[in-house]
């Protein structure tokens, strides 16, 4: 069954983007990465492994777009995967959606930044496997046979966590944050992450939690 691990980014984060790559290369089938506002198609993706596809900027959606049959890691430029990743993940997939970061939400809910019940952080040491109502898509895994996802799911861009999250609870499959140690992923520094545009402006977010998870 093909294992294909999926990436979405921006010119700025290539060097981040080819430490993401490299850290994946070996542990999946295929390579998909969704080239935002990219003019050009960098010389060291042309690759029998990897697969380009660059259009204006549509956000974070394209990590989950570009599906075809199989296990399907959606993955963030801004980290580095150790070498069990995928086989970690994928041993626990199942008919769940599974993730290294999440949250959950008791609505109403002040903020979707900053009112969570409880936010596993993909970083941060977690004991036992745990139930998460909207998981961190750049550590997220599935197979396509349980959910799939078109732009038509993505209604605004750069929130790919909470249409994902929503999708999941209306089809009542299990989102499940996996055990794992500290550190076990790398955060590489990232410059105008999406949590630093709009952890001070949330309010749709925080309207969606509300009225999707009461």
């Not at 046979?145 to 089809?171: H, Y």
Request: glycine fraction near 4%; hydrophobic fraction near 35%.
């Amino acid at each position: 069954m093909t294992i294909t691990a999926n990436i979405a980014t921006l010119p700025n984060r290539e060097k981040l983007l080819k430490r993401t790559v490299k850290s994946l290369y070996d542990q999946v089938d295929k390579i998909n990465l969704w080239l935002n506002d990219y003019n050009k198609v960098p010389g060291w993706c042309i690759d029998a492994k990897i697969r380009t596809r660059r259009t204006a900027n549509v956000g974070d959606q394209g990590k989950l777009l570009f599906l075809e049959r199989g296990y399907y890691f959606s993955c963030d430029d801004d980290l580095i995967y150790p070498p069990d990743y995928v086989e970690q993940l994928r041993s626990k997939i199942d008919n769940n959606i599974i993730t290294v970061h999440g949250k959950n939400f008791a609505p109403p809910a002040k903020s979707y930044y900053h009112g969570a019940l409880n936010k596993i952080r993909c970083d941060e040491p977690l004991t036992h496997d745990t139930k998460v109502q909207i998981p961190g898509t750049g550590v997220m895994a599935f197979h396509t046979d349980t959910i799939q996802f078109t732009a038509e799911d993505f209604k605004c861009k750069n929130m790919a966590d909470i249409w994902v999250g929503i999708k999941a609870n209306n089809l009542n499959i299990p989102v499940i944050c996996i055990a794992h140690q500290a550190n076990w992923l790398i955060l590489q520094p990232t410059p105008n992450s999406i949590w630093s545009q709009h952890h001070k402006n949330d309010e749709y977010q925080t309207e969606l939690i509300n009225n999707n998870f009461a």
